[in-house]
């Protein structure tokens, strides 16, 4: 079957960084997609990972271990707009499926 | 245009009611997607279309009723549903390359919908 975990909640001060992980267990492997989705809002894509290794975006990287089954998000120097959900989805055979989303709060 | 628009904003309806939920991208993405999304749940793939054509349903009841008219619309239509379906609607759409379901998605503001 497939199956995403993600960390419910995370905390982290403005201007710090931050890691907020991802495993999953997919049948099939078509790459692993970070979201940024503020309360009330339509998710938007973040970063795209189908290859081993680190994606870099500006402030938000995102690395890929597909024998591990496992992901991170990093987000450097911290705003206070970054305050919101952080999903993981993963793209198998015939299956988009989103982790559970992580509430991330930066503190001023 | 990197826009998905979804119309209505807001939707009440009875539980006896038709209603359509409507999506539109003009982006040229030939993949389109619903999704729905209970309160501080993730989103639930419903239906893609690729193509124009049904390519996934992931056994929703048949009171959901997607509709693909041409390449920049996508319908759901709404028939006899139950208090348990209100939710947020949402509507994506993504480029279609080598690997199915590999592209990133843009999603559209999404539909509330209550049923009473």
């Known amino acids: 079957g497939q199956n995403i975990d993600q960390p419910t909640e995370m905390t982290a001060t403005e201007g710090a960084i931050v890691q907020i992980n991802c495993t999953y267990q997919?049948?099939?492997?078509?790459?692993l997609f970070w979201y940024q989705q503020h309360a009330g809002e339509a998710p938007t894509f973040l970063s795209y990972n189908v290859l081993d290794g680190l994606e870099e975006k500006g402030r938000f990287s995102s690395f890929l271990s597909r024998s591990k089954g496992y992901s991170y998000l990093l987000l450097k120097e911290l705003q206070m707009k970054d305050s919101a959900s952080y999903l993981c989805a993963v793209s198998g055979t015939y299956k988009y499926i989103f982790g559970t989303g992580t509430r991330l709060k930066v503190l001023a | 245009d990197t826009e998905v628009t979804q119309t209505p904003k807001h939707l009440v309806m009875g539980m006896t009611n038709k209603k359509s939920l409507k999506c539109e991208q003009h982006?040229?993405?030939?993949?389109m997607y619903w999704y729905k999304q209970k309160a501080k749940k993730p989103p639930e793939l419903m239906f893609v279309y690729s193509y124009e054509k049904l390519s996934i349903n992931e056994s929703v009841p048949s009171r959901f009723s997607p509709e693909c008219p041409n390449s920049s619309l996508l319908n759901l239509h709404l028939h006899a549903l139950q208090p348990e379906d209100s939710a947020l609607y949402l509507c994506?759409?993504?480029?279609?390359?080598?690997?199915?379901?590999?592209?990133?998605?843009?999603f559209g503001p999404g539909t509330r919908l209550t049923v009473t």
């Open positions: 997919t049948s099939g492997f078509n790459g």
């Open positions: 982006m040229g993405h030939r993949a």
């Open positions: 994506a759409s993504s480029q279609v390359t080598g690997k199915s379901l590999g592209d990133e998605q843009y």
